[in-house]
């Protein structure tokens, strides 16, 4: 039996709106609800939720035989919650076939794992709860934010409860050996990890609606071909990818719905092949080796480190400015702040900041809201220095109203 796994990452980020300057000091909103809320219908209309049903009449016409699995992001779903309720309901009528794994990541979609254990572990839990609220699901498999790992990262992700964890099948940590099989992390053996194969994702992630490949148009049925065609030996594809691909980064006219719609009975007019979650996979399959990661991998373009993220000066000094204040935030209880932080955390801001050439540049920059990197850290470092004077104030009032010996009521809020 040869097994492949699909899984989609969804994500939006909380946008920053314009902060000048002059406006350091002033408190007010950071982020752009405007922009937040015609993306998300946008992306609604042409992925979520015709991708939804596709998914769901795949299940259906297969009896269950398809499965797939979804990590969704916490700022995502805050932003369904309030701009567009209806794809919850969606995902919700796949969750209820039984064929679908919700994965758990970060609630911000942030770097905390490289910035603030206790944050990491915080807004994990966060996450989890929040997926089980929605779905019904309590995470079993993990996904860190932009597929990254090391084996501290494995070590701690182990101790918070998850079997199973995904990252990138980078070659230059695999060199001989394949990503077509279950792994054991070397530091937490217990903690099983499946290993994006990278070129057969990105053909339909990046690739699909690229005319100058020499691939193109890929047909199900040619792809469906590549996986017909893997080594006996190995046991399992792992095809991780943006689900925003289908509808939105291609759109539908480039038959990126047909494909996805040929797809599983494709690979079914062989036997010998079937769909799985990833927990599904670490039942069915042993792990052939333990795989040391002492070194961050992650999955932007040929370099697969953290370059897309914390790669040039700009990104480093956002990033220590940002977890400067985590010790600060231990002791705030405020709503607004702690919203706030989290959502200065998601990746994306410093994503936007990046300097170097990207694979899949034009995917990111079409969202970006900037017009350099520079204006992207400008207009960040703005934001983040007027949170740090909000939560100072906050703090300074928490300790004199604390003090002045108010009641225990008035100290919850503060």
Known sequence: MKYICLYF?????????????????????YFNEEMNDTILQQIAQQCYLPANKLLLDLIERYGGRFHVSFSISGTALDQFERYAPEVIDSFRKLADTG?????????????????????????IKAHADKIAQLFGQRPVTFRNTELIYTDAIGDMVHRMGFTTMLTEGAAHVLHWKSPNYI??????????????????????????????????????????????????????????MDYETFGEHHTKETGIF????????????????????????????????????????????????????????????????????????????????????LYLQTSDHFYYMCTKSLSDGAVHSYFSPYDTPFDAFMNYMNVLTDFSLQLDKYLVKKKKLMDEGYSSKTRLCF
């Open 183 to 240: 792994y054991r992390a070397a530091s937490s053996p217990e903690l099983k990890l499946l290993l994006k194969n990278y070129r057969l994702s990105d053909d339909i992630a990046f690739r699909f609606a690229d005319r100058n490949w020499e691939h193109w148009p890929l047909a199900a049925g040619k792809f469906a071909g590549w996986l017909h065609a893997m080594p006996s030996q190995e046991t399992i594809v792992n095809l991780f």
């Open 9 to 29: 990452q969804v994500h939006q980020p909380f946008r920053l709106r314009p902060f000048s300057f002059a406006e350091i000091g002033g408190g007010g909103s």
């Open 258 to 341: 047909q494909f996805l719609e040929a797809f599983p009975g494709e690979v079914f007019s062989k036997p010998g092949y079937r769909f799985v979650t990833p927990h599904e996979a670490t039942t069915f399959l042993p792990p052939i080796a333990a795989l040391s990661m002492p070194q961050p991998v992650s999955w932007a373009d040929e370099a697969r480190d953290l370059s897309a993220w914390l790669g040039n000066d700009l990104q480093q000094d956002a990033f220590s400015v940002l977890y400067s204040l985590e010790q600060k935030m231990q002791s705030c209880r405020n709503e607004q702040l702690r919203r706030s932080w």
């Open 99 to 123: 064929c679908v794994e919700f994965l758990g990541e970060t609630y911000g979609h942030s770097l905390a794992a490289l910035g603030s254990e206790i944050e990491f572990m915080a807004q």
